[in-house]
């Protein structure tokens, strides 16, 4: 029987995390460099760091000397998405950016997963399910779990649904051991500083991170019921990051991405602009767009941005 604890509803260790997190992310769009903010952040980093390298201890000492696999040559490029419901179900800007996907596939394999077909690809732990169920587990740490368990078995590209690919996907993003869109180092409240956006996660099969990844995430849910902050993703790649030496190299040696990931979506229901668009889509093979949001077809009897790439399908 594991000696750890369970932490259900509310642990007192937890409430400090959880008053960090409220402060450091409070106006995170806005003011995500600001110093105030800034160091309240890297208080709640440190505690978050301190708690998870405590209690996954054994997971991280596991692969601390393992080495990275080799790998053979790539056979089935898969690029791996979910939409849970299913793409008829999708709202428009999912269906748009899957159409995008498929059109800019470039021979890879699109899987779209959902609850009906996921138990064809992998099979998680019955506690996964079972704190799925409960609500202990969100749909965002499903997601999660799901996308490195996915990666793990059979290597791949995952982009989340709301990925607008605007030309063909380099074969080049399968070779690597590990890929992600790498942007410069950027102290912001993002525990990440931009090594890595985890809308975008790529491996090899069997890639020493999202094995770690995986089994850092099974770890905690088979010990805990609460989960010490909504993107672990990014702290569980960071102490692969600040703990593996050939991790940090493998993320230090990727090809620099745009850093206007996020310009598009700002933009979408802007007046259209030809020139900018073309720039920008050229500049972003990947730009991450939000499907919360309310996008318009027109301004003042004019194109969209949005409307443009709707009319572009």
Known sequence: MNSRKKMRGGPKKFKKLELYSRISFLYLNKAFKNPLILKVAERKHKLVFKFLEKEQADVIAKYKNLKEKKHDEVG????????????????????????????NSNGAKVVLITKDNYKDYIELPPYILEKREKGYITFQQLSDIIRFTLLEKYGGLWLDSTIYTSKPIPKEYFDYPFFSQHTKWADTCFVQHNLWHGFCIGSKKGGKLVSFAKEMFFDYWENHDVIVDYLMIDYILMIAYNHFNDIKEEIDSLPYSSERLYELVTILNNEYDEKYFNSLMEECIFSKLDWHKEYKLSIKGKETYYSHIVNLQ
């Open 76 to 103: 089935v490029r898969y690029i791996w998405t979910l939409w849970w419901q299913g793409e008829d179900l999708a709202p428009e800007v999912v269906k748009l950016c899957l159409n995008q996907l498929k059109e």
